[in-house]
């Protein structure tokens, strides 16, 4: 049984990195469960039914039994990401100094009213995170369209993206009080580092969960065929 339990483990595993759905997974695992019970009981080895290439067998599998394949394509998804953050900072810097004297005068508050520290930090973080978030869900949405299931990833970006931001926030601002508030390079790099991780984090995990919903095994048997769901 262990055998037989570690070659489905590395089935669904090589199932995963094909693409293959998580409802497809466990449709293909149960059949070959069965078939690998069925040579354990007539005396044979399990391994020899997959030819001693379980990647390539599970692969052969997916492939006869017609499986919808989603590709992940991650590192493409993490990189518009990326560079939507970083250009939705630019611009809202650009936008933040433009209405700045306006928004100036709009908010004039007397000095004799204390403004709470959490406010300001909540705006002087938020504001920006908010930035981010916006830039890295509008990029992957609108350049990506020709990626399977991306509407859905996006739609849990604008979840997950803001979440990773609340996170992220107090651990970054306790780590510039740490550091006195230093403006020195290596300190403003780490901080930046945080940030940019917690946002590849959730855009990761935004990904993956929106390639988890179920999906069935077609009926159409096509060995040739490699097929991919739309957005």
Request: proline share 5%; with cysteine.
């Amino acid at each position: 049984m262990d055998t037989i339990d570690r070659l489905l483990g590395e089935a669904d595993q090589a199932w995963r990195g094909y693409g293959v759905g998580s409802a497809d997974r466990a449709t293909l695992a149960a059949d070959l469960r069965l078939d690998l019970r069925a040579a354990a009981a007539d005396g044979g080895d399990p391994a020899q039914l997959l030819g001693g290439d379980v990647a390539g067998f599970a692969r052969r599998l997916a492939d006869e039994a017609g499986v919808r394949r989603v590709r992940g394509d991650y590192s493409r998804i993490l990189g518009t990401a990326l560079i939507g953050a970083v250009l939705g900072v630019a611009l809202g810097c650009g936008l933040l100094m433009a209405a700045y004297p306006a928004f100036v005068r709009m908010v004039d508050i007397p000095r004799s009213i204390d403004v709470p520290v959490q406010l300001a930090v909540a705006v002087y973080y938020g504001i920006p995170a908010a930035v981010v978030a916006a830039g890295a869900v509008i990029a992957v949405r609108t350049r990506l369209r020709d990626l399977p299931k991306i509407r859905r990833t996006a739609r849990l970006m604008i979840v997950l993206v803001p979440t990773a931001g609340i996170v992220i926030t107090p651990i970054t601002v306790g780590f510039a009080w740490s550091t006195d508030y230093s403006t020195a390079p290596p300190v403003v790099v780490a901080e930046i580092a945080m940030v940019l991780a917690a946002l590849a984090g959730a855009t990761a995990l935004a990904r993956r969960l929106s390639l988890r919903e179920g999906r069935t095994v077609s009926d159409t048997r096509n060995p040739d065929a490699t097929n991919f769901e739309p957005a």
